[in-house]
């Protein structure tokens, strides 16, 4: 168990739709970043958040957009769904220091 | 742009036996960071090792150990004495946000 967690685990929605992902880090982890992994592809890395600010800036579509709370949970938010968008979607976590990454279970997101 | 760059998209081994995977990256930092994470069928992701780039000496965490080769930009990961477990995909990473396409793994029994 990492520590990381990730809701919902499965979602199947339709195009043109919103959805919400939600990721809560290791306790005491300032630092959340998404990702988004294709069907047998790399991950991809969207956007990274430390303490509420987003600090850094990947391969995110203007269609997605993410936030970081105050409790430091995060929520990565896709609209207008289309069917390129179906994958697995991971939350990571970090605390200072040497950048490990503690990944979330992912969501997977099926859009039909 | 750092490039992560997996040349071997599948590898097999035999059980017991030893496992290099290769991997290539492109940056212009003297300092950073080298990952391997390994991605089992469940689909978590999980650290396998890491390299800190200003250190020369390799990293090894038990079975798993590194060639880290800096001027070669260079990083690639030794499985030995291989078991069914280490079967997974394994995926190269720079700092966070540079992962390679990834290896997959199989280990025959």
């Known amino acids: 168990d990492s520590g990381v967690t990730q809701t919902p685990k499965h979602l199947i929605t339709a195009t043109g739709q919103r959805v919400t992902l939600r990721c809560s880090p290791r306790?005491?982890?300032?630092?959340v970043y998404w990702y988004q992994q294709s069907l047998d592809q790399g991950l991809q890395f969207l956007i990274q958040?430390?303490?509420?600010?987003?600090?850094a800036k990947g391969n995110i579509l203007e269609r997605f957009s993410a936030q970081q709370f105050p409790d430091l949970h995060s929520e990565l938010n896709l609209s207008s769904l289309e069917l390129g968008d179906s994958a697995l979607y991971f939350c990571?976590?970090?605390?200072?220091?040497?950048?490990?990454?503690?990944f979330g279970e992912g969501s997977r997101l099926t859009v039909l | 742009a750092q490039t992560v760059t997996q040349s071997q998209p599948e590898m097999s081994v035999q059980e017991a036996e030893t496992v290099t995977l290769s991997c290539t990256y492109d940056?212009?930092?003297?300092?950073?960071?080298l990952f391997w994470y390994k991605q089992p069928p469940s689909r978590q992701m999980i650290l396998v090792i890491r390299?800190?780039?200003?250190?020369?000496q390799n990293a090894t965490e038990n079975r798993f150990s590194v060639n880290f080769q800096k001027a070669a930009k260079s990083f690639s990961l030794k499985i030995s004495d291989s078991q069914l477990g280490d079967a997974a995909m394994y995926f190269c990473?720079?700092?966070?946000?540079?992962f390679g396409a990834g290896t997959r793994l199989t280990v025959k029994p």
């Open positions: 390299q800190e780039a200003y250190k020369q």
């Open positions: 306790s005491g982890d300032l630092s």
């Open positions: 990571a976590s970090s605390g200072q220091g040497v950048g490990e990454l503690f």
């Open positions: 940056t212009s930092e003297s300092d950073y960071y």
């Open positions: 990473a720079y700092e966070v946000a540079r």
């Open positions: 958040y430390y303490n509420g600010e987003e600090r």
